[in-house]
Antibody, heavy 119, light 107 residues
Framework: QVQLVESGGGVVQPGGSLRLSCAAS????????MHWVRQAPGKGLEWVAY????????YYADSVKGRFTISRDNSKNTLYLQMNSLRTDDTAVYYC????????????WGQGTLVTVSS | DIQMTQSPSSVSASVGDRVTITCRAS??????LAWYQQKPGKAPKLLIY???SLQSGVPSRFSGSGSGTDFTLTVSSLQPEDFATYYC?????????FGQGTKVEIK
């Protein structure tokens, strides 16, 4: 069965950095695009970033462009999100999600990892 | 960016009721729309994709319709496990965008 397990969340000060990981299993990781989606406390869903199956193409939300970097290691079946210059409004639960075919629907999600940006 | 607007923001309903949620896109998105269900403290779950295709394992009481800019999610007979928040999402173009959510509460 498909499993996505995020890790790496925690408390960080404004301006700090954090790297999230998403360990994938139960499917052929290297043939699917992957996404990060976040949800601020009590708020709705916000798409953050996408990476193509081979890492050859990436897209970002304007709110994180230039600060966040999505990457993947297909040999380790792992997705990453490097977050730099963190701001208080980046506080959210971050989910990794698997792309379902074309176009970009999210058919499997991880349990989420909480990132809190606070001084 | 394509804006997605859901209505209502919340709805109170009883078990057995028929519930309809609407989602409007700020520009045409063909049928590139999905619906998700989210329960408190849990990840969203894909219910409907391509506007009207039922995701595997999702009960048939859920259905979706629409194309272009106007879409609906219908639950034909609400069950206790259906009380949750529902989101629409457009997959027509980056950035993917979600509606603000509709909370289905127990009357």
């Amino acid at each position: 069965q498909v499993q996505l397990v995020e890790s790496g969340g925690g408390v960080v000060q404004p301006g700090g950095s954090l790297r999230l990981s998403c360990a994938a299993s139960g499917f052929t990781f290297n043939i699917y695009g992957m996404h990060w989606v976040r949800q601020a406390p009590g708020k709705g869903l916000e798409w953050v970033a996408y990476i193509r199956y081979d890492g050859g193409n990436t897209y970002y939300a304007d709110s994180v462009k230039g600060r966040f970097t999505i990457s993947r290691d297909n040999s380790k079946n792992t997705l990453y999100l490097q977050m730099n210059s963190l701001r208080t409004d980046d506080t959210a639960v971050y989910y990794c999600a698997k792309k379902q075919g074309n176009p970009d629907y999210f058919d499997y999600w991880g349990q989420g990892t909480l990132v809190t940006v606070s001084s | 960016d394509i804006q997605m607007t859901q209505s209502p923001s919340s709805v109170s309903a009883s078990v057995g009721d028929r519930v309809t949620i609407t989602c409007r896109a700020s520009q045409g998105i063909s049928s590139w729309l999905a619906w998700y269900q989210q329960k408190p403290g849990k990840a969203p779950k894909l219910l409907i994709y391509a506007a009207s295709s039922l995701q595997s394992g999702v009960p048939s009481r859920f259905s979706g319709s629409g194309s272009g800019t106007d879409f609906t999610l219908t639950v034909s007979s609400l069950q206790p496990e259906d009380f949750a928040t529902y989101y629409c999402q457009q997959a027509n173009s980056f950035p993917q965008t979600f509606g603000q959510g509709t909370k289905v509460e127990i009357k």
